[in-house]
């Protein structure tokens, strides 16, 4: 990290000086022509117009010039106001238009927002918010973002926004100030060097992580700013095009660039971390280093102890009427390289490669000999920079004209590129002589071509064919599991197993809800799925997770899932796809085993003691048993900030009408023996009477089976299902034990009919809310979300063989499973409504702040 602490630390304390000292200026200057503008005792200039003579006071010049100081002085902050105004306007408006997920885990004060690429700001002008992006935290190692958050946490600290937006309002405001202008200027870079010695001293010191983590971000400022940390380039003004050639500084730094493991490519996989996006593919060695290639603006393709190439890429600037023809190469500028004589040296390292890539075009290939030393010559890649510019001017008009004279001389319009053509155009060597041609007006040149070009034109093409087999080779292998998989997808299988476990007598451990298995089962799987990088197989990674969950939660099952794991695995084909997903399916299951590790659902339950006052739950026949889960109120949410988040109001008075009725309908159609309760009403009551997480997991295995959503979208799906049923469950037994309120067998035996007995076996646990209503709602809200309330299908259940019943939305199934209860005995309709009501809501806020956004 270059010495600018002190510097930025000064240029702080310089710049606030010279705010108060400019609106000291403008107020002084206000109240000294205020002053100064009294008028005079005795006239010095006497009009007279038709006999009216009129005395006028003598002008004061300085008067004159310090009220017009302080006009221009008002219109300054007049103007400033407004800009304030408007950029105030602006950050509420991106605050409330960013798609947010929700704070971070851990880390309270930072808010995490969908989106795919690696994104860290600090927005806000009086209280400013941190925003990560969600794919900074799948992207960036922990060193790196606990860089970044240290960063951007110093800008907030430090209020930087609020003072950026100042510094560049008296710039704009201030501009016959040069001082103030360059300030206003440099304010910017002084703030990022004082937060990126905050990420510094967050990690150590180590700067190759921060740099690293600069050089990931997208936007375009990764490169320059990694290069200015490491201490090679002290000044942020390169442009876009050339700064990604300030990778090679990342590269001559010992260690900055080692081999380690890839975060998504999974254990033992030896890869290098570059650029916008973590996904790699190993090509093989260049001078003893990993080569590797990826999608994005700024393309690292080799670092070796005495080779470094690096190779930027951007919009090219060829002419789009003619297809931005290059077959000839461009003259000498005036303005050029070579005309002002810079031809650099070549010492010691090797050429950095810059391709700028045509539309629809292959790259031309441009060579420039970087400098071994902690500083580049700025001036000589100013000059490359206007060069280029000016040699594609050229260029086009060279183009323009040469189609004029064909169309005079063959009265026809001129060829042009074929849409689809990508001929590559010869190589441009811009630290070499230029290559010239045929000048009418100078008389016939001879071209002078580099050596070597032809060979170079035939290497361009065998890579280009290379290149294009690779691609379709990859495709074909990556379409080849998807078209030999004749089974449900793992998902689905998955869900099914876990199913068959908890119906197992058992299997499930008493005090542990199973909501919890399935939330871990899915989420495992999801971020199997998501992350597994493109070289890998998401079918296997999905087989992988599921199995070392399961494998974990229930050792006893081990021996059949392990058969039914290699069976799942073996549907892959190819063998390299199939270790690389499982290698992403451990590491996600293993990942979410430790989050959930001490969520406080092992913890032991207490005991619940009833004071016996009317209301206040008990214990119901016919075994009396002590209340269960009473501790699950309070284990760790998945995606809620805490079980009460929303707890329902109270239930009704006793003595309330609500009440009475509510008691008297499940009195009349919840007995055993009732005559009022039909044939139907009596079947909806048993069939709904399994555990209900049960119901809605089969239900979306059937709607998902019939819509073929594909691996991706049904991992989302059931993560999204299971982690609102889970945290569900978490809240409505929040609610329970909060209320503590008795269930209608105990009301209607204690106050209407003692010997009064439900259809029903009572659950052992408080009556208020209803589980069948939350969990219904929470389940019906998430389907809804992703096929509509709309939606046709069947379900059997599973304590009435044989026997199912269908349902033309999701809205029926949840009406009819709350009615359920009240029809079995062992609800009222006090705890269905409520119940709704908070799956309804728990539902809700997981879909918009579970981090899972839509692929």
Not at 539 to 563: C, F, I, K, N
Not at 572 to 600: F, I, K
Not at 836 to 842: A, E, I, P
């Amino acid at each position: 990290m270059p010495p600018a602490s002190d510097a930025a630390a000064r240029a702080y304390r310089l710049w606030t000086c010279l705010a108060g000292l400019a609106l000291l200026v403008v107020v002084g200057a206000v109240g000294v022509s205020l002053a100064d503008l009294s008028v005079r005792s005795e006239p010095v200039h006497v009009v007279s117009v038709l006999g009216l003579v009129v005395a006028l006071p003598a002008a004061n010049p300085a008067a004159i010039a310090l009220l017009v100081l302080a006009t221009f002085g008002i219109a300054v902050v007049v103007a400033i106001a407004r800009g304030t105004v408007a950029i105030v306007r602006s950050h509420r408006l991106l605050h409330a238009r960013l798609p947010v997920l929700g704070p971070l885990r851990g880390a309270p004060d930072i808010t995490v927002v969908a989106h795919p690429g690696v994104q860290a700001f600090c927005l806000g002008l009086v209280r400013p918010r941190i925003y990560v992006s969600d794919g900074a935290l799948r992207r960036l190692t922990d060193d790196e973002l606990t860089a970044v958050i240290a960063h951007e946490r110093m800008h907030r600290a430090r209020r930087d926004p609020l003072r950026i937006v100042t510094a560049r309002l008296l710039g704009e405001a201030l501009f016959f100030a040069p001082p103030v202008r360059a300030l206003a200027r440099r304010y910017d870079t002084l703030a990022e060097i004082a937060a990126d010695d905050q990420a510094l001293a967050a990690v150590g010191g180590d700067t190759s992580v921060l740099a690293a983590a600069m050089l990931a971000f997208d936007g375009g400022v990764g490169p320059e700013r990694a290069d200015h940390i490491l201490g090679v380039h002290r000044d942020y003004s390169l442009p876009l095009a050339l700064a990604g050639m300030a990778t090679a500084g990342l590269a001559r730094v010992p260690g900055a660039l080692c081999d380690r493991p890839c975060a998504d490519a999974g254990d033992g996989a030896r890869t290098r971390r570059l650029g916008l996006t973590p996904v790699l593919t190993r090509r093989g060695k260049v001078d003893g280093a990993v080569a590797s290639t990826e999608t994005c603006p700024y393309l690292l393709h080799a670092v070796g102890d005495s080779h470094v190439s690096v190779e930027v890429l951007h919009p090219g600037r060829g002419d789009r009427r003619t297809g931005g023809d290059h077959r000839h190469r461009a003259r000498r500028h005036r303005h050029g390289l070579a005309a002002r004589g810079c031809r650099p040296k070549r010492q010691g390292a090797g050429p950095v490669r810059l391709a700028r890539p045509l539309p629809r075009r292959r790259a031309r290939a441009r060579a420039l000999p970087l400098r071994k030393g902690p500083r580049r010559p700025e001036r000589l890649l100013r000059q490359l920079r206007f060069g280029m510019a000016a040699a594609d001017r050229k260029r086009a008009r060279r183009a323009r004209r040469r189609r004029e004279r064909c169309q005079a001389r063959d009265g026809r319009p001129a060829r042009r590129r074929a849409r689809g053509d990508i001929r590559r155009p010869p190589a441009l060597l811009l630290c070499g002589r230029l290559a010239r041609r045929p000048d009418r007006r100078r008389g016939a040149q001879p071209v002078r071509r580099p050596v070597g070009h032809r060979l170079a034109e035939r290497q361009g093409d065998r890579s280009m064919i290379r290149t294009a087999l690779a691609t379709v080779a990859v495709s074909l292998v990556g379409a080849a599991p998807a078209a030999a998989h004749s089974s449900p997808d793992p998902v689905i299988t998955w869900n099914r197993t876990l199913l068959s476990i908890v119906r197992t007598p058992g299997a499930q451990p008493p005090t542990v809800h199973p909501t919890r298995s399935f939330a871990l089962l899915h989420a495992a799987i999801e971020d199997a799925v998501a992350g597994a990088p493109p070289s890998a197989s998401r079918w296997a990674a999905a087989t992988v997770a599921g199995h070392d969950v399961l494998s974990s939660l229930y050792p006893s099952m081990r021996p059949a899932l392990d058969d039914q794991g290699q069976r799942e695995r073996a549907e892959v084909p190819s063998a390299t796809r199939r270790e690389r997903g499982a290698l992403a399916g451990a590491a996600a299951a293993a990942h979410e085993l430790a989050q959930r590790a001490n969520d406080g659902s092992s913890a032991t339950p207490p005991s619940y003691v009833t004071t016996g006052q009317p209301g206040d739950y008990r214990p119901t026949p016919p075994a009396f048993a002590a209340p269960v889960f009473t501790h699950w109120g309070a284990i760790r949410p998945w995606v809620l900030r805490s079980g009460d988040q929303f707890r329902p109001p109270p239930p009704p008075a006793l003595s309330s009408r609500r009440y009475a009725d509510a008691i008297e309908q499940v009195r009349s159609l919840g007995q055993n023996t009732s005559a009022t309760r039909t044939v139907d009403q009596t079947q909806i009551a048993r069939f709904w009477a399994a555990p209900i997480q049960n119901y809605w997991n089969e239900i979306a295995q059937t709607v998902a089976a019939a819509h073929h959503e594909g691996l991706v979208k049904d991992a989302r799906l059931f993560a999204l299902l299971n982690l609102s049923l889970a945290d569900g469950t978490i809240a409505f037994y929040d609610a329970k034990y909060a209320y503590r309120f008795w269930r209608p067998v105990t009301a209607i035996r204690e106050t209407v009919d003692p010997g009064w007995t439900p259809l029903a076996t009572t659950p052992a646990d408080p009556s208020y809310p209803g589980a069948h209503s939350v969990i219904s709602a929470a389940a019906a809200t998430v389907l809804q979300g992703s096929f509509g309330d709309d939606v046709a299908f069947s379900v059997t259940s599973e304590v009435l063989p044989g026997v199912t019943r269908s349902f033309p939305s999701f809205s029926a199934a949840v009406d009819e499973a709350g009615r359920s209860r009240i029809y079995a005995g062992v609800h009222s309709s006090l705890d269905d409504e409520p119940g709704r009501t908070l799956g309804s809501k728990v539902a809700g806020y997981v879909l918009s702040h579970a981090g899972l956004p839509e692929r």
